[in-house]
C-alpha cells in the first residue's frame, strides 16, 4: 500500500482537528496500520498530548525546515504504532518566514522528497486554525483532507476551504481528492445538535460523512492523562464512534472493508 497522506484543517479553531487526529490515529493503529502525525499547528495541542514527555524541548518541524530534514525531529507517541512530528512555539516565527518566501507553500513537498515514510500507511496533519503557510503546505502533499465541523461557525469556512483546496489542487497536487465533512461534538439529543446533524442532507451532503463523534466528557478526560480514547474508555461510545469513522474512511480512501 502507498502512503496515504491526510490534512486536518478548518480555519476555525475548536472544531476538533487534533482531537480527532490524535484519536484516528489511535483507532488506524489498533488495526494494525503505522501512522505518523505531524503537527503544524503553532499551538502544539497534539504535541501536548501526544509527545511523551521525555522529548519535550528536542527537536520540532521548525528545526526540521531550518536544517532541512525531517528525520531529526520523528518521535514514538504515546500512543503504539504512531510515531510524532511535533510542533512547539517557534513554528509560529517559521510560518511568518515561509510567508515571505515565494515557494514557502512547497516546504513540505521539498523535505517528504528526502524522507523517507514508506513504512508509514498513514500521514496525518494537524494544520492551524487561522491561515499559516503550513496549513496550505499541508494539502499541497495530501491525497484528501478531513474538515472537522461543531458549529454553525466551523460549518461557515466549508465553502472557503474547498475553494482552497482546489485551487492548490489545479496549480500544485492533482492527487487531492474532495475533502470530507465530520461532524465531531455532537448531542444528537438537542436542537442544536439535530441541526448539526442535518449538514448530512444539506449542500456538502455528498462530502459529509455518515459517522459522527458524539460530544462526551470522556474524549477530554482521556487528552488529559495523555492518553487516546481507546486507551483510557476502549468500551466507550465514542471509542466505537472512532472506529466505525475509520472503518468509512478506510474503505472511501482505499476502496477496501476492513
Ligand atoms: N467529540 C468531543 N467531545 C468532547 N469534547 C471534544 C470533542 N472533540 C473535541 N473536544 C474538545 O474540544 C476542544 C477543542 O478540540 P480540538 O481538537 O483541540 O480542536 P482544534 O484542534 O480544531 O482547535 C478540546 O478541549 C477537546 O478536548
Ligand atoms: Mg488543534
Known amino acids: 500500500m502507498m502512503t496515504i497522506f491526510v490534512t486536518f484543517i478548518n480555519k476555525k479553531g475548536g472544531a476538533g482537528k ?25 499551538d502544539p495541542d497534539l504535541t501536548d498530548w501526544l509527545l511523551p514527555a521525555e522529548y519535550n524541548g528536542k527537536n520540532s518541524i521548525s528545526d526540521a ?15 503504539e504504532n504512531v510515531d510524532i512530528i511535533p510542533s512547539d512555539d517557534e513554528v509560529e516565527a517559521t510560518d511568518d518566514q515561509l510567508k515571505t518566501d515565494p515557494l514557502g507553500i512547497l516546504i513540505l513537498a521539498k523535505l517528504l522528497k528526502k524522507f ?25 502533499v495530501s491525497d484528501h483532507y478531513i474538515m472537522p465541523v461543531e458549529s454553525y461557525f466551523s460549518y461557515k469556512q466549508v465553502p472557503k476551504m ?15 481528492t474532495n475533502g470530507f465533512i465530520l461532524l465531531n461534538n455532537i448531542e444528537e439529543k438537542t436542537t442544536f445538535g439535530k441541526e448539526l ?42 471509542a466505537f464512534a472512532y ?8 474503505e472511501k480512501w482505499t476502496g477496501k472493508h476492513d
Open 18 to 42: 487534533s482531537t480527532t487526529t490524535g484519536n484516528l490515529a489511535a483507532a488506524f493503529a489498533r488495526k494494525g496500520y503505522k501512522v505518523l502525525l505531524i503537527d503544524l499547528d503553532p
Open 197 to 238: 446533524v442535518s449538514i448530512q442532507n444539506g449542500p456538502f451532503k455528498d462530502i459529509t460523512l455518515t459517522n459522527m463523534i458524539p460530544k462526551n466528557t470522556t474524549i477530554k478526560e482521556a487528552q488529559s492523562k495523555l492518553q487516546s480514547i481507546f486507551d483510557y474508555r476502549p468500551d466507550s461510545i465514542s
Open 162 to 176: 474547498i475553494e482552497d483546496a482546489i485551487q492548490i489542487r489545479d496549480t500544485l497536487n492533482p492527487s487531492l
Open 116 to 140: 523517507d515514510t514508506t513504512k508509514y500507511d498513514f500521514v496525518f496533519m494537524d494544520a492551524a486554525p487561522h491561515r499559516t503557510r503550513l496549513a496550505s503546505a499541508a494539502l499541497t
Open 65 to 79: 525546515i531550518r536544517l532541512k530534514d525531517l528525520s531529526i525531529c520523528v518521535y514514538p507517541s504515546n500512543l
Open 243 to 250: 472506529m466505525y469513522l475509520a472503518d468509512e474512511l478506510i
